[in-house]
């Protein structure tokens, strides 16, 4: 990905699902594909910087019946369908399909606006790898087997440049090889701190009192692997198969994925029974998360693709409204091109969305994410210096429908180990 400066980060988005921030990583792993081209902060009306004006708008839920799962409205700032499993006897194995790699998945923690998800969600696996073949070892959090995400982000740098990846969004797990040793959370956390930032657009450490700090997650990428590291952890060698990937390389890209792409990643589950790391699009934000597992009975109502069609066309219009407000020809401008990629993306999902005959209403993804905290994890403290900044870990498993995958999904690529 390329490298940006302090002035095109500060329009990008941090996080998927959340609204843009002012911080050099969401440049690195969220950048909007719904921004314009150099657009500068500095240029952004208050409506336009993020996706706030469209929070508070209520999108449509619908609630499952069946006795298995429950429906909820996740924490997430865009009031998101979130369909989280219910477990009769506590045991991952009441998931119905294919379930048989759900046990060994260990919770990731929330995020939070680090911009973080790629290397979150490629930790998640190596760790589910570490766990299958060490059945025997505690998957609880700090333990054994729990890996700190940020030595993956800092090994991989923040413009991903130089790191000996030929393509970030297929071959990062490579990043684990080149060592052949991983880093242990507990030993280096993925954590909270305050950071500010310098002249050059990088993240420095600052003082608490510091009027220009920030504290949060996007500390994770200022780079203190070296003097914090004390124990390596043995790492098998990983390989990748690419599943699909996206010809023009872009991980904002929608509708592109071939139609079989739902079968494509089902068979290689079936057969390999490695996790698929998957990246794709959503309220135009890209997000990274692993996929553990399907059933093809769990009913669905498909709300993830259908609010980010009806997302993308509020959002255009919202914008041509404020165009019509807007003075400044150069502001227009910028604010119309944004407004016709968001109607072009929104209508190029509910293309293909209506021709392949919309919800078929069963069918789902086991997905582990790193944004849904959730009271029924465990609390994750971040700063261990610190009160009050601790959170729930992030729901180790949700359920996504097929029709995310056909119409959302850019790049799939099953990731396995020797």
């Known amino acids: 990905m390329q490298k940006f400066s302090k002035f095109t980060s500060l329009s990008t988005i941090s996080v998927c699902f ?26 952004l009306s208050p409506n336009i910087s993020g996706a706030e004006a469209f929070l508070d708008q209520a999108l449509p839920f619908s609630r ?25 006897s506590g045991s991952w194995q009441d998931l119905p399909g294919n379930n048989s790699m759900l046990p060994f998945i260990l919770p990731a923690p929330d995020q939070g606006g680090a911009g973080s998800c790629l290397y979150m969600a490629l930790t998640g696996i190596a760790e589910w790898h570490l766990a299958f073949r060490n059945s025997q070892l505690s998957r609880r959090g700090d333990g054994p087997l729990d890996l700190s995400e940020r030595a993956l982000m800092n090994v991989a740098g923040i413009a991903e440049e130089g790191n000996g990846v030929a393509n970030w969004k297929t071959d990062s797990i490579y990043l684990f090889n080149q060592n052949s040793k991983g880093v242990l959370n507990k030993d280096y956390r993925y954590t909270k701190g305050s950071y500010s930032t310098d002249d050059d657009g990088n993240y420095v450490p600052s003082e608490p009192n510091d009027r220009n700090a920030s504290y949060d997650q996007s500390y994770n990428w200022i780079n203190e692997l070296n003097s914090n590291t004390k124990r390596a952890v043995a790492m098998p060698k990983f390989s990748r198969h690419v599943i699909f990937a996206d010809p023009a390389s872009n991980q904002w890209n ?34 990274a998360v692993g996929i553990y597992g399907y059933d093809e009975n769990t009913p669905t109502n498909c709300s993830f693709v259908e609010n980010s069609i009806q997302y993308f066309d509020s959002r255009s219009k919202e914008l041509n409204r404020e165009i019509e407000r807007e003075n400044d020809p150069a502001k227009r401008k910028r604010m119309l091109a944004l407004a016709n990629k968001l109607r072009d993306t929104g209508l190029k999902v509910d293309d293909g969305y209506t021709k392949a005959g919309k919800c078929n209403n ?48 850019n790049h799939a690529v099953q990731i396995m180990a020797e």
């Open 362 to 409: 069963k069918g789902v993804f086991y997905i582990r994410d790193s944004i849904y905290s959730d009271a029924s994890e465990a609390m994750y403290d971040y700063d261990l210096n610190n009160q009050g900044e601790e959170e729930n870990y992030s729901k180790r498993v949700l359920l996504r429908s097929e029709s995310f995958v056909k119409h959302l999904v």
């Open 254 to 287: 929608v509708g592109v994925a071939p139609a079989n792409i739902v079968q494509l990643i089902k068979d290689r589950l079936d057969r390999y029974s490695a996790p698929v790391l998957i990246i794709y699009n959503h309220y135009g934000y890209w997000h």
């Open 64 to 88: 499952l019946t069946s006795p298995l799962f429950s429906t909820e409205k996740s924490l997430n700032d865009l009031g998101e369908e979130v369909i989280k499993p219910k477990f009769s």
């Open 18 to 43: 959340l609204v843009f921030s002012s911080g050099q990583a969401g440049a690195r792993a969220h950048k909007s594909s719904l921004q314009v081209s150099e657009l500068d902060s500095s240029d």
